[in-house]
């Protein structure tokens, strides 16, 4: 197994320049086998179940795979998961659910990045074509006040470019988890100016790898758990936070495109459980990607619920006339 870790610039200039140079390395490799003069297949094009799971670092290794086999029982083709840093769990994932011979593959860099972000897909449906992990932030203290360690480990972005074999598409899945206790009760950000600080940071780097990944015109995917409410985001629009941030290079939540749900992907200590902190985010191109349907899996073990969401992935010529084909 190998890795490659891209370290962040000081802004989203230098790090696009940097992740647009691997990545369009990455695809003219892929692209230089030889080619045939053969007629052109069909147009078609492709279900993919896409499912963002913060697992909870909590879980035990035993209830942690037996959410997974209940996620992979649900026909998931591709699984982004969060808080997964445990060597354990992790092994568990390498040697039973996603090995050699098992329906998944997997991307899980060795050592662990902050959070464990993994990423599976199922064999017989996608190639790999390029992997990696790449660092958006540093190792930053930030004190006791909010979730998580008084100081904030490196955070990394894990990726992974696939071929979706029936259609020919490539498409990348960019997988995140933010930085947590940085939304206010307006919705805006609060004043953990260290923490928000970092989630700007963190969301620079994304959008640099975005805008390095639409330059090549591909799909891209964005997972995560990004510790902020849609629901409130929407609203209030935060210059830190996803909903601005990402919309203004195109990509969409799944609650956008589908609308918010009942009910949400966390649930609080004193039980609430509306927040939709956990996303599934696609490049808003209806000739390259159309969304299906989303819900949220209930009755699993960590205080955050799986998101799964289905879309079509749409072939070459599956557009005719600006009207879909296929």
């Not at 069909?42 to 913060?54: G, H, Q």
């Not at 697992?55 to 992979?72: K, P, Q, W």
């Not at 072939?315 to 006339?321: F, P, T």
Request: aromatic fraction near 8%.
């Amino acid at each position: 197994m190998w890795f490659d870790r891209v370290r962040s610039g000081s802004g989203r200039a230098l790090l696009a320049l940097v992740v647009t140079a691997v990545l369009a390395s990455a695809a003219s490799r892929a692209d230089a086998g030889p080619r045939t003069n053969g007629p052109a297949p069909e147009p078609t094009a492709a279900a993919i179940r896409i499912v963002s799971y913060n697992a909870g670092a909590e879980v035990s290794v035993r209830n942690a795979m037996a959410d997974l086999r209940t996620i992979i029982a649900q026909e998931a083709d591709v699984i982004a998961l969060q808080e997964f840093a445990s060597w354990k769990k992790r092994k568990q994932v390498m040697t039973r659910l996603a090995c050699e011979t098992c329906a998944y593959a997997h991307w899980i860099p060795i050592p662990a990045v902050q959070g464990g972000t993994p990423i599976l897909w199922r064999r017989d449906e996608f190639e790999l074509v390029e992997k990696a992990w790449t660092q958006v932030t540093e190792d930053t203290f930030v004190g006791d006040r909010g979730a998580g360690p008084a100081t904030i480990r490196a955070k990394y972005v894990v990726w992974v470019r696939l071929k979706e074999v029936t259609t020919g598409r490539e498409f990348y899945v960019l997988n995140n988890h933010f930085v947590p206790t940085v939304q206010g009760e307006d919705g805006g950000s609060n004043t953990n100016r260290k923490r928000v600080a970092i989630y700007q940071k963190h969301m620079d780097g994304l959008v640099a790898m975005v805008q390095g990944i639409q330059a090549q015109k591909r799909m891209v995917f964005v997972t995560g758990d990004f510790n902020v409410n849609y629901r409130k985001d929407r609203v209030v629009q935060d210059p830190a936070f996803p909903y601005s941030n990402l919309g203004a290079v195109n990509l969409r939540a799944s609650y956008y495109a589908l609308g918010e749900p009942a009910t949400g992907t966390h649930v609080l200590s004193n039980g609430f459980a509306l927040r939709l902190i956990d996303y599934v985010h696609h490049w808003d191109r209806k000739r390259l990607v159309v969304p299906q349907g989303q819900r949220i899996m209930l009755g699993l073990h960590s205080d955050h619920r799986p998101l799964v969401v289905d879309y079509k992935l749409m072939g070459k010529g599956c557009w005719v006339s600006g009207e879909p084909i296929c």
